[in-house]
């Protein structure tokens, strides 16, 4: 059975903006090896057109290494994207989903094979929601963004977590790995 690993970037003040954190070499090598793990990553609409940015690097590569790497792993790894607008996708290792969030988790965690990976915030809010998540791999960069989307918003019920390890990058940024412990309790 696979695992759902939601990851995701976030600043000190629970803010997910792609263009708040502080990507770097060392962080560009992490996520490329995530991408490199996992079988096939989900996507909200926004994110993804946010992620066609890296398809830019493979016709025009970048003089940092780290980060023409990460656009190969990203264009390699199939995309899943959900969308209420889209109909169809250009990029070629990605779909559309014809089914919703939970009945397309559901199959393909169903399945044996590598880890599906999340990386939108509106996904890892409904999936967190419907208890479908297996880790959580938050990057919380030493940024105080002051204003944007913030992770947890619309949370049903209190999420409990235990802390599996930690992951520090010479930048400052952190990466938190968790597991649900599956108590939760309703919110009063």
């Known amino acids: 059975m696979r695992r759902i690993t939601a990851a995701i970037n976030m600043t000190l003040d629970g803010i997910c903006n792609h263009t708040a954190g502080i990507p770097d070499e060392e962080i560009h090598r992490h996520y490329t090896g995530l991408l490199e793990q996992g079988a096939a990553i989900l996507y909200g609409r926004t994110t993804y057109q946010l992620m066609e940015f890296w398809r830019t690097l493979l016709e025009n590569p970048s003089d940092e290494k780290s980060m023409n790497d990460f656009a190969a792993a990203i264009n390699k790894i199939p ?61 919380i960069h030493p940024v105080v963004a002051g204003s944007g989307l913030p992770l947890f918003e619309n949370i049903n019920d209190r999420n409990v977590f235990k802390l599996i390890k930690t992951k520090t990058f010479g930048n400052g940024a952190v990466t938190l790995y968790y597991a649900p412990t599956n108590q939760k309790a309703t919110k009063a």
């Not at 990029?91 to 965690?109: M, Y």
């Not at 094979?113 to 999936?127: A, E, H, N, W």
């Open 79 to 139: 995309k899943i994207v959900f969308s209420r607008t889209l109909d169809d996708v250009e990029w070629e290792s990605a779909t559309v989903a014809k089914r919703d969030l939970e009945e397309e988790v559901l199959e393909l965690k169903g399945q044996s094979g590598k880890d599906i990976l999340v990386g939108s915030r509106s996904l890892i809010i409904q999936l967190m929601n419907l208890n479908l998540i297996d880790e959580y791999q938050f990057c």
